[in-house]
T-cell receptor, first 112, second 112 residues
Framework: NAGVTQTPKFQVLKTGQSMTLQCAQD?????MYWYRQDPGMGLRLIYY???????DKGEVPNGYNVSRLNKREFSLRLESAAPSQTSVYFC???????????FGPGTRLLVL | GENVEQHPSTLSVQEGDSAVIKCTYS??????FPWYKQELGKRPQLIID?????GEKKDQRIAVTLNKTAKHFSLHITETQPEDSAVYFC???????????FGTGTRLTVIP
């Protein structure tokens, strides 16, 4: 039981490049989330998916898109990366909305 | 939306002493309050949570108290050990809601 997994662990991008962050969970959870973590600002919700086939904006969605590929997988896409998107990105999942969230190991992204 | 404030931002204690971290929230409808511990370079991990139908919850050396009237909740760690050194985040949410609002974190250092 791997829990929540994320790929890649590290990534360096140039401004304007695109990339997709992958997340998968094997706990049969309905809800999945993407957060970013910046120094001194805690974790902020980018997008979430309450169930397979649905996605909604969180606190800081600008510059990102998401896809809930199936119940297990939830990807985050940066279409045109900007230096302001340099951050640590965490994926999380929960049985349902409002239940305990379990986090993946994170992806460190540097945009030059 | 919800606003969660966390204090202090840094806390140093001697090994064996107690540590207390406090959070306030703004939305009186919030009723789920988890605490996460994050070690350097690692994922946030749930250490304890409380729902608004109880005022206190304990798990060995860790306890959380909730004052719904004042809209604040606190984490108490007794008999601190060096392995308690980490960043601690409080959060608030509502039943059935996907948005989990985090505080900005407290860096706890336990001095041997």
């Amino acid at each position: 039981n791997a829990g929540v997994t994320q790929t890649p662990k590290f990534q360096v991008l140039k401004t304007g490049q695109s990339m997709t962050l992958q997340c998968a969970q094997d706990m049969n959870h309905n809800s999945m989330y993407w957060y970013r973590q910046d120094p001194g600002m805690g974790l902020r919700l980018i997008y979430y998916s309450a169930s397979e086939g649905t996605t909604d904006k969180g606190e800081v969605p600008n510059g990102y898109n998401v896809s809930r590929l199936n119940k297990r997988e939830f990807s985050l896409r940066l279409e045109s990366a900007a230096p302001s998107q340099t951050s640590v990105y965490f994926c999380a999942s929960s049985v349902d909305a409002g239940e305990t969230q379990y986090f993946g190991p994170g992806t460190r992204l540097l945009v030059l | 939306g919800e606003n969660v404030e966390q204090h202090p931002s840094t806390l140093s204690v001697q090994e064996g002493d107690s540590a207390v971290i406090k959070c306030t929230y703004s939305d009186s409808a919030s009723n789920y309050f988890p605490w996460y511990k994050q070690e350097l370079g690692k994922r946030p991990q749930l250490i304890i949570d409380i729902r608004s139908n109880v005022g206190e919850k304990k798990d060995q050396r860790i306890a959380v108290t909730l004052n719904k009237t004042a809209k604040h909740f606190s984490l108490h760690i007794t008999e601190t050990q060096p392995e308690d050194s980490a960043v601690y985040f409080c959060a608030a949410s509502k039943t059935g809601a996907n948005n989990l609002f985090f505080g900005t974190g407290t860096r706890l250092t336990v001095i041997p």
